[in-house]
């Protein structure tokens, strides 16, 4: 799951002109939900007619099918694989697959025993595709919608914290342009992330006049993240570009001679101006 680039090129212009952002990436999450939901719903109509004169839970043989992707069968099972490794100190197939299905079982028999001491529960799903439709009984609705609500978790955590990772190097670009400096003042370094296979994580330099380069770091942090201006002091960053800073923050920030931007200020990407300024670097005023 990523951001697109007209999503990023929309937080940007946001963040420019010290606008929140955040609207942007909500409506990220709520469009790749509801598409998911409807791909998932048509997954349970074809998997309970082809099951309709199977005994048994049909709905674990499909769905928690060893065929599956890891990730899918964790998400269904009502997990993420972020938290079975957190669990288990591992996200190998292998204990995925053992965690969801000893997830499930016991989600399975909790939704049972919550009918079963409340029979006054009556929920019945219909779903239809096409010309045909399938009923879900209580105990298939409620392992419907805990597989939607997981789902919309994983979906809401991946693509906040993927946000700062995928503005940041187009935001820095965009700061470069606006001051008009040379290609030959800034440095874009690209490495593996630890987090996934897709994901990379950039690092940014300004290069001084003497040729130091001096490391940047954007967080689309708010007031009550003082843990991100933590993060920036701890990789030796020289610049810290933020949405927005408390003033704990900035008297942390100067104290330790680390150059900062706030963007949700009044023209608060003008500051920029003066980062440029002290490494004596040639810019447009």
Not at 91 to 102: H, L, P, Y
Not at 128 to 150: C, F, H, Q
Request: net charge neutral; with cysteine.
């Amino acid at each position: 799951m990523t951001l697109t680039d007209e999503v990023t090129n929309r937080i940007i212009e946001k963040l420019l002109k010290g606008q929140d952002y955040r609207i942007e990436i909500v409506s990220l999450i709520n469009a790749e939900f509801l598409q998911y939901s409807i791909n998932f719903f048509k997954k349970v109509v074809d998997a309970k007619l082809r099951n309709k004169d199977v005994d048994g839970d049909w709905y674990k043989k499909e769905f928690l099918n060893k065929e599956l992707s890891s990730e899918e069968i964790a998400i269904n099972s009502g997990l993420n694989k972020k938290t079975i490794s957190n669990m288990y100190n591992s996200a190998s197939r292998d204990i995925v697959i053992e965690a969801s299905n000893e997830h499930y079982d016991i989600l399975y028999e909790s939704i049972k025993d919550l009918i079963t001491n409340d029979n006054d529960i009556n929920i019945n799903l219909t779903l239809k595709l096409g010309s045909v439709s399938v009923d879900l009984n209580v105990s298939e609705t409620l392992i419907v919608i805990n597989t939607l609500a997981v789902k919309r978790a994983a979906l809401r955590g991946g693509l906040w914290s993927t946000a700062g990772k995928r503005v940041e190097k187009p935001l820095m670009l965009k700061l470069c342009e606006i001051f008009e400096v040379s290609q030959d003042n800034y440095r874009v370094k690209t490495k593996q992330a630890a987090i996934t296979d897709i994901e990379r994580e950039i690092d940014f330099y300004l290069v001084d006049a003497k040729g130091a380069e001096r490391k940047c770091e954007v967080k689309l942090m708010g007031k009550g993240n003082p843990e991100s201006a933590d993060a920036v002091i701890a990789r030796s960053s020289s610049v810290f570009v933020a949405d927005k800073l408390s003033d704990l923050n900035k008297r942390q920030l100067d104290s330790l001679k680390i150059e900062w931007v706030e963007l949700r200020s009044e023209n608060g990407f003008r500051k920029f101006e003066k980062v440029l300024s002290k490494f004596n670097i040639s810019h447009k005023v």
